[in-house]
C-alpha cells in the first residue's frame, strides 16, 4: 500500500505547539507514514519576541525547522495543524499562512486533503476549542476532509476530552499542563489511518 504523506504543520511562540507537533511526528513515522515537519514562518518583530524570554529562546531553537510553504500542502494527503489560541481564534503568523493558499485552493488542489488540528492556551478555558473550530472552518473552504479525534480513544479523556482536537493550557514552567502526548499520539494515528482508507478506496 502507498504510504501516507502527512505534513505536520505548526506556529509556536514558546514552544508549545512544537512540542505537540514533535510528538506528532514521532507518532506518525510509527506508523510507516512520510512525514514533514514543518513550522510556520514568525512574522512578529524582534523587539515583540525579545520581551519574553521564552519567545526568544525557542525563535533560536526552532531555526533549523524548514518553514512551512504552499509545496508542503500540496505534497501531503494529510495535514496535521498545531496552532496557539489569540482571543479564541488561531494566531495571526497561521491565519496568514493559510490565507495566503489561495492559489492552491483555486487550483482544487486542497480538496479532499484529510486535516486535523490542535492548540494550547494559558489557560484551561482560554478558547482552545474555538481556535480548533476556527481553522476547521476555513478547512470547510478548501474542500478538505476534517478528521476530529472524538471520543476514539481513552487517551482523549486523559488529556481534557476536547473531541475537535487536542488541547493544552501552559504551565509556570512553560509547558502543558494536561497530560496529552497519547491524546497527541492517537490523533496523529487517526488521521494517518482514515487518509489511509480513503486512498486505498480512491484506488479501488
Request: hydrophobic content about 40%; aromatic content about 8%.
Amino acid at each position: 500500500m502507498e504510504k501516507v504523506k502527512l505534513a505536520i504543520v505548526y506556529y509556536s511562540a514558546t514552544g508549545i505547539n512544537y512540542q505537540l507537533a514533535q510528538w506528532a511526528n514521532e507518532a506518525a513515522q510509527e506508523t510507516g507514514a512520510e512525514v514533514r515537519l514543518v513550522r510556520i514562518a514568525e512574522t512578529a518583530p524582534d523587539a515583540a519576541i525579545d520581551s519574553n524570554p521564552a519567545w526568544r529562546a525557542n525563535v533560536d531553537n526552532t531555526a533549523h525547522i524548514p518553514e512551512a510553504s504552499s509545496d508542503d500542502l500540496d505534497w501531503a494527503d494529510a495535514i496535521l495543524f498545531s496552532v496557539p489560541t489569540r482571543f479564541g481564534n488561531m494566531a495571526a503568523q497561521a491565519k496568514n499562512f493559510i490565507d495566503r493558499q489561495g492559489g492552491l485552493w483555486a487550483q482544487g488542489k486542497l480538496t479532499n486533503k484529510t486535516v486535523s488540528a490542535m492548540s494550547s492556551a494559558q489557560n484551561p478555558h482560554g478558547g482552545q476549542e474555538a481556535t480548533i473550530l476556527s481553522l476547521y472552518t476555513s478547512m470547510f473552504h478548501w474542500g478538505a476532509i476534517v478528521v476530529a479525534p472524538g471520543y476514539t480513544d481513552g487517551s482523549v479523556f486523559k488529556a481534557g476530552g476536547n473531541p475537535y482536537g487536542t488541547s493544552v493550557s501552559q504551565g509556570a514552567d512553560g509547558k502543558p499542563v494536561e497530560d496529552v502526548r497519547d491524546a497527541v499520539a492517537h490523533q496523529a494515528k487517526r488521521l494517518i489511518a482514515v487518509t489511509a482508507q480513503l486512498k486505498a478506496g480512491a484506488g479501488a
